[in-house]
Every structure is written in C-alpha cells, then in structure tokens.
Nanobody, 127 residues
Framework: QVQLVESGGGSVQTGESLRLSCAAS????????LGWFRQAPGKEREGVAI?????????YYGDSVKGRFTISQDNAENTVYLQMNSLKPEDTAMYYC???????????????????WGQGTQVTVSS
C-alpha cells in the first residue's frame, strides 16, 4: 500500500516562501517519479515539480515555476521537498503529492502518469 503524506502548506504574502514535504512509503519499485501537482479552483491539475527517485538529478518543472521552485529528495527518508520562493497569488492552489512510474526513465508533468496521490495541502498567497 503506497502512502503519501504531505505537509507544509499555509498562507503567505506575495514574495514569501514556503516549503512542502511529501513522505512516501510502500512503493514497490526503487525507480519512480515523486513530486507535486497543483489544482486551483476551476482549473486543471497541473504538474509543478517532480523528481526521479533513481538518481541522476532528473527533474521536471512546470514553466510557471521554473527559477522559483526547487524540488529535492532525501532518499534515505523517501521524502521529497518543494522549496517555493517568490510566491505569487497565481500560485494559490491545492498542492498534491503524486507518485508513479517513469516514462522511459523520465518524469513528466502529466496527470495520467501518476497512480498514487496524497490528500493535498493548501497554499494561499495573498497580494
């Protein structure tokens, strides 16, 4: 049974930072993609940042967060972290941790690639 436990959401002002974490357990393979999607009210769920557990520094970032968000992992703890800097009101969303198999050793920001999801943690950025 795969479990994804998220923490770290909250409410901040524009320009501030937040750090999300997702602890994964029970995944059958050592090679998988683990990271974050987000969904704002009335919008599609979009890939934010994802990292490949098999190493090599392979990551995916959504265009809107490149240069502001950084994903990292602690393999010993099976945990990924999302450092979110320079937050903007448009970053306001429910953030979901997701896990799934890689696509030819790449992690994509495509929702259907992921079959395990966390409960979500709310991030609210006010102007």
């Amino acid at each position: 049974q795969v479990q994804l436990v998220e923490s770290g959401g909250g409410s901040v002002q524009t320009g501030e930072s937040l750090r999300l974490s997702c602890a994964a357990s029970g995944y059958a393979s050592d090679n998988y993609c683990l990271g974050w999607f987000r969904q704002a009210p009335g919008k599609e769920r979009e890939g934010v940042a994802i990292i490949y557990s098999g190493g090599g520094g392979r990551t995916y970032y959504g265009d809107s967060v490149k240069g502001r968000f950084t994903i990292s992992q602690d393999n010993a703890e099976n945990t990924v972290y999302l450092q979110m800097n320079s937050l903007k009101p448009e970053d306001t969303a429910m953030y979901y941790c997701a896990a799934g198999p890689p696509f030819f050793a790449r992690c994509r920001g495509i929702r259907n690639d992921y079959n395990y999801w966390g409960q979500g943690t709310q991030v609210t950025v006010s102007s």
